[in-house]
């Protein structure tokens, strides 16, 4: 297994009226996070916000190309990005324990946090596909490159892990500095990935490893 020290390009925040920084996801230009009770827009080159959804988002964000997906307790909604509409709801499938959310392959894949497990489901119906088990505890979920990301926090240790979508062996690890906790975790489908850093209200851009 590979192990490398996280690089952290840019930090942004902590934002004005966000505690918490809980999913992330990256819509090709803007970066959203949620923070409990919205989901915020960030400019990642600028830094600055762009705007805000008004909408329970507790845990795991996604973007599907056109339409938004946020965890909210037991259900993940489906948004419009421009009207901020709720569109869709189906059941997660923690029932109020998922933590990341991301979009690949036409489905849904959703961290089940204490669980220890990445669940693969199918949007228009919440059904799960089939679930991949982590040995440590589920942050963010990201696919880049055909490669499966999800990010760990346990205890004051964070990490981003590459795993074998299959067998949910750990294949590379990288750590975050001592004190840096992953929540949500979303790749801009090049080298960046975006973090939340859970109650420091930030949003870091970590460097990803290039696979050998």
């Not at 507790?58 to 990005?81: M, N, S, V």
């Not at 497990?117 to 089939?130: C, E, N, S, V």
């Not at 892990?161 to 004190?179: K, Y």
Request: charged share 25%.
């Amino acid at each position: 297994m590979k192990r490398s020290t996280a690089e952290i390009i840019r930090e942004y925040g902590p934002f004005p009226g966000v505690d918490s920084v809980h999913g992330v996801s990256f819509d090709g230009r803007r970066v959203w996070f949620a923070s409990g009770e919205k989901l915020n827009a960030l400019d990642p080159e600028s830094g600055q916000p762009t705007g805000s959804i008004n909408v329970a988002a507790d845990a795991g964000t996604a973007f599907d190309g056109q339409h938004l997906f946020q965890i909210a307790g037991e259900r993940i909604h489906k948004i419009d990005p421009q009207s901020g509409r709720v569109l869709a709801s189906i059941p997660a499938p923690g029932g109020g324990t998922d933590s990341g959310l991301t979009w690949a392959e036409g489905t849904l894949w959703v961290g089940q946090y204490r669980a220890r497990k990445i669940h693969q489901i199918d949007p228009d119906t919440g059904a799960i596909l089939r679930t991949i088990e982590s040995n440590r505890f589920v942050t963010g979920v990201t696919w880049v490159d055909g490669d499966l990301w999800h990010g760990t926090w346990e205890e004051d240790q964070s990490e981003l892990r590459r795993i074998d979508p299959i067998t949910g062996n750990v294949l590379e690890a990288v750590e975050m500095p001592p004190g840096v906790g992953v929540s949500g975790l979303e790749s801009d489908g090049g080298e960046r990935f975006f973090c939340g850093g859970g109650n420091s209200g930030k949003v870091r851009a970590v460097r990803r490893p290039v696979s050998s």
